[in-house]
T-cell receptor, first 114, second 111 residues
Framework: AQSVTQLGSHVSVSEGALVLLRCNYS??????LFWYVQYPNQGLQLLLK??????LVKGINGFEAEFKKSETSFHLTKPSAHMSDAAEYFC????????????FGSGTRLSIRP | NAGVTQTPKFQVLKTGQSMTLQCAQD?????MSWYRQDPGMGLRLIHY???????DQGEVPNGYNVSRSTTEDFPLRLLSAAPSQTSVYFC??????????FGQGTRLTVV
């Protein structure tokens, strides 16, 4: 079965430090991968997506992610954290078999220390 | 262009009551789906549809019904609400695998 695993339910970094949120997927065919961000009491906003073009994907707010097929990973990074980055982040995959079915990871809450 | 619209935004139900969560999209997308979000569990798929008249069950379908009579609308029905259905519900639509669009969510509390 397809799945998405996010390592670390809570990550805390200092303002200005590197942000690294980890995501691994299991898929028998090349997946479409996504990172979404959710601010408190709000909906989901697309940060970036991988759709089999460039393996290094740049998104909004300075975030980027690299697709590594050999490691089945799609980790999210940002060189310098900002207080406004505090939110919950979800990694997700859309199944090859159906565009209706999105599989989400359990989420990682990012906290930023002043 | 409104995208995906969910109503209501907030709802409190008593155990045993029924209600319908509405979802409408104006992008002419064939694919639509419903998710529930619970702390520490991410978003889990309840039901999905690949076009008008075609629906199927997702990961957690028990207690929920759906129908898709038009391309635009995909309502989610709770037949007899239970406290375990207290959650935040999201509707999504997509044209293909490249991107899904989400509504703003419905926060449901069952007491």
């Amino acid at each position: 079965a397809q799945s998405v695993t996010q390592l670390g339910s809570h990550v805390s970094v200092s303002e200005g430090a590197l942000v690294l949120l980890r995501c691994n997927y299991s898929s028998s065919v090349p997946p479409y991968l996504f990172w979404y961000v959710q601010y408190p009491n709000q909906g989901l906003q697309l940060l970036l997506k991988y759709t089999s073009a460039a393996t290094l994907v740049k998104g909004i707010n300075g975030f980027e992610a690299e697709f590594k097929k050999s490691e089945t990973s799609f980790h999210l990074t940002k060189p310098s954290a900002h207080m406004s980055d505090a939110a919950e982040y979800f990694c997700a995959v859309i199944l090859y078999s159906s565009a209706s079915k999105i599989i989400f990871g359990s989420g990682t809450r990012l906290s930023i220390r002043p | 262009n409104a995208g995906v619209t969910q109503t209501p935004k907030f709802q409190v139900l008593k155990t045993g009551q029924s209600m319908t969560l509405q979802c409408a999209q104006d992008m002419n997308h064939e694919y639509m789906s419903w998710y529930r979000q619970d702390p520490g569990m991410g978003l889990r798929l309840i039901h999905y549809s690949v076009g008008a008249g075609i629906t199927d069950q997702g990961e957690v379908p028990n207690g929920y019904n759906v129908s898709r009579s038009t391309t635009e609308d995909f309502p989610l029905r709770l037949l007899s609400a239970a406290p375990s259905q207290t959650s935040v519900y999201f509707c999504a639509s997509s044209r293909d695998r490249s991107e899904a669009f989400f509504g703003q969510g419905t926060r449901l509390t069952v007491v």
